[in-house]
């Protein structure tokens, strides 16, 4: 089941490297991200529309490609669990970018969890942003 991954090495090495280089990433992006979400972000049943509609050529290019590199993050955070890396991390990542149906419930019951809500809620307060409500 296994015999790939000898004449494959360079495969983890690569994942390897890219392992502390998502958690770089993930470490500059997510403080962004969690600072610029409006306060009522979880306070809706559906998730409500952020981003001003453009043109369909243009939605639909960066949905795919949106999916395609959450895919890939998903796949790579998966081999990351079996080799030293940020595997449960990557994936995460892959999921927050990718777009599926039962998605913002999964976000809301993540966020009411007190251990996510309070570091959230003490980072934006460190930018001078309200706390998030739920």
Known sequence: MF??????G????????????SLIIIAAIAPLVIVRM???YFTHRHRQK??????PVYRYSLLIFKNTLGS???????????IPGQ???TMLIGLILMDFPGKYRIER??????GVLKPLNWLREKKGKPPLHL
Not at 10 to 16: E, G, H, K, M, S
Not at 50 to 55: A, D, G, L
Not at 72 to 82: D, K, P, Q, S
């Open 87 to 89: 595997g449960l991390l």
């Open 50 to 55: 952020v981003v001003k509609p453009h043109h």
């Open 10 to 21: 360079n495969f983890f090495y690569i994942l390897a490297a890219l392992s502390p280089l």
């Open 38 to 40: 409006p306060e009522n």
């Open 72 to 82: 890939l993050f998903v796949v790579a955070g998966f081999l990351m669990v079996f």
């Open 3 to 8: 015999d790939w991954i000898p004449e494959n």
């Open 109 to 114: 019951w993540l966020v009411s969890n007190t």
